[in-house]
């Protein structure tokens, strides 16, 4: 079954909105500055392309980015 299904038929709709659910669940912005990831490895990405903006955190991840970009 699908999500909206689930939902469907689970009658949460009908509750009350100050009841909390998954369709009343809201969360504002962090108050911590977004994570830099390498997009490579996943890792601390120190370093960004200066092609695409894409973040790498060393030589290895940047070559294997320039190779699959």
């Known amino acids: 079954k699908s999500l ?10 009908n509750q009350n909105p100050e009841e909390p659910s998954y369709l009343t669940a ?9 994570r830099r ?5 996943g890792w601390r990405g120190l370093y ?7 973040r ?3 030589l290895p991840c940047l070559k294997v980015h320039q ?3």
């Open 26 to 34: 809201d969360m504002g912005p962090s108050r911590y500055p977004a």
């Open 4 to 13: 909206k299904t689930l939902i469907l038929e689970s009658g949460i709709a």
């Open 37 to 41: 990831l390498c997009s490579v490895c």
């Open 48 to 54: 960004s392309c200066n092609r695409c903006g894409m």
């Open 56 to 58: 790498y955190c060393g």
């Open 67 to 69: 190779d699959t970009r």
